[in-house]
């Protein structure tokens, strides 16, 4: 892929418009959101009442989520900028223009970044390159770092490497379509969807199959795995709770459209909260599959929702940010972005963060 240049003037230019005109900003760091949006700005809002912290423009759109990591954030936009951002200040520590073409998310673990797009890279937190691996295709999902090791799709397959060296370890036998679902890996087992409308359960040690569950479309959601049910969603309108020994059907509940966004689970109520194409989040009971509570935004919803102690953050397509109560479904607080969000909130609790179990990268 060519190299994306860019003059002195326009980085400086760049690198000093950090923050809009808002009120003042706080001096010890609180708890808070972040979310990127498409028209190439990524947004900070207090967690509990929604006041806009800080606003940053980004070179290029950023695909996938936020990472938080050591009380900074770090961000890869579509045109191969990576950012490390002051959370408190909001304010650029760094940026790299990577070269990176058509980058889709990273994913952060000890002290190193890792960026999936046409390969899968790994940077330090001072933006420096340590090492690739090549999948002989194109990355196709999020990556998760688990156990010292990363899993993320390429093509049809689930690939295995180790964290610090980047050296395969496995690679899963092909589904029959692309895999956009990012894995979820609980223990020992790895669960991901594929297009070929099935989810799948591996073995964490090898790649080897434990089974799959044929769903009625493809299945671009990632699954989240609590109380020994896997809990994903589907583009037949489903959401699907299956057993995470044997792989069979729990329950399922139906929805108006497709479902991408990846669940929540809220251990306190027992909920799986989840958002789907007919404009809805959903609010259902993790043991029955009845429905708590829906809550209507104006637009599809394909972003994950984030929970954070009784409240749960989300996007729409109608380029707002809502929080709302996990317990009644009641908004709390929503703002507008002035653009739509194509990554899930990132919520810094001020101890280690909390982030979505990603989408997968697939159009929508």
Same mark, same amino acid.
């Given at each position: 892929? &060519?190299? !994306?240049y860019? &003059? ?8 000093g418009k ?14 808070a959101?972040?979310i990127?949006t *498409?028209?190439?700005?990524l947004?900070s809002?207090d967690? +509990? ?5 800080w606003?940053?423009? @980004?070179?290029?759109?950023?695909i996938?989520s ?9 961000? +890869?936009?579509? /045109?191969?900028?990576?950012?490390? +951002? ?10 790299k223009?990577?070269?990176l ?8 673990s000890?002290k190193n ?8 890279y790994?940077?330090? @937190?001072?933006?420096?390159?340590l090492w690739?691996?090549d999948?002989? =295709? ?6 998760q770092?688990?156990n ?7 093509g049809?397959?689930?690939?295995c ?5 980047? $050296?395969?370890i496995?690679?899963?036998p092909?589904?029959?379509?692309a895999?956009? &679902?990012s ?12 297009? *070929? ?8 040690? #090898?790649?080897?199959p434990k089974w799959?569950? /044929? /769903?009625?479309d &493809? ?5 989240a795995v ?8 589907s583009? #037949?309108?489903e ?5 995470? =020994? ?7 509940? %139906?929805?108006?459209?497709? !479902? ?5 689970i809220q251990e306190? =109520?027992?909920?799986? +909260?989840?958002g789907?194409? #007919?404009?809805?989040?959903?609010? $259902? *009971? %993790? ?8 809550y ?10 984030v $929970? ?6 989300? =996007?729409?397509f #109608? ?6 109560d996990?317990r009644d479904?009641r ?19 001020t101890?280690?963060g ?11």
């Amino acid at each position: 892929m &060519s190299a !994306v240049y860019i &003059s002195l003037s326009v980085l400086i230019a760049s690198c000093g418009k950090t923050k809009s005109a808002d009120p003042p900003l706080p001096t010890t760091r609180e708890e808070a959101v972040f979310i990127t949006t *498409d028209n190439n700005t990524l947004l900070s809002y207090d967690a +509990i009442n929604g006041t806009k912290f800080w606003e940053i423009p @980004t070179s290029g759109a950023a695909i996938g989520s936020p990472a938080l990591y050591n009380k900074k954030l770090y961000v +890869i936009t579509s /045109t191969g900028f990576l950012y490390s +951002i002051d959370v408190i200040k909001g304010e650029i520590n760094w940026m790299k223009n990577t070269t990176l073409g058509n980058s889709l998310s990273l994913a952060v673990s000890g002290k190193n970044i890792y960026i999936a797009s046409d390969k899968l890279y790994c940077y330090d @937190t001072a933006g420096n390159s340590l090492w690739n691996y090549d999948p002989q =295709t194109a990355c196709t999902s999020s990556p998760q770092v688990i156990n010292s090791k990363v899993f993320f799709g390429a093509g049809s397959a689930v690939h295995c490497i180790n964290s610090t060296t980047g $050296v395969g370890i496995w690679q899963s036998p092909a589904a029959g379509n692309a895999v956009n &679902s990012s894995p979820s890996v609980t223990n020992g087992v790895v669960y991901f969807g594929s297009n *070929d409308n099935k989810v799948y359960a591996v073995n964490e040690s #090898d790649g080897s199959p434990k089974w799959s569950f /044929t /769903t009625g479309d &493809s299945v671009t959601s990632s699954p989240a795995v609590y109380g020994g049910m896997c809990l994903v969603g589907s583009n #037949d309108f489903e959401i699907y709770c299956l057993d995470t =020994t044997t792989g069979l059907l729990r329950w399922k509940y %139906h929805t108006l459209e497709r !479902v991408k966004s990846s669940p929540a689970i809220q251990e306190a =109520t027992n909920s799986v +909260i989840i958002g789907s194409y #007919d404009y809805n989040l959903y609010c $259902v *009971d %993790h043991v029955s599959g009845t429905l708590r509570w829906k809550y209507p935004a104006a637009s599809l919803i394909k972003s994950s929702p984030v $929970v954070y102690g009784n409240y749960v953050y989300f =996007t729409s397509f #109608d380029r707002y940010i809502y929080c709302v109560d996990v317990r009644d479904g009641r908004i709390i607080w929503k703002q507008f972005m002035n653009g739509n969000s194509l990554s899930s909130p990132v919520v810094d609790d001020t101890k280690t963060g909390i982030h979505s179990t990603i989408s997968g990268m697939s159009p929508y």
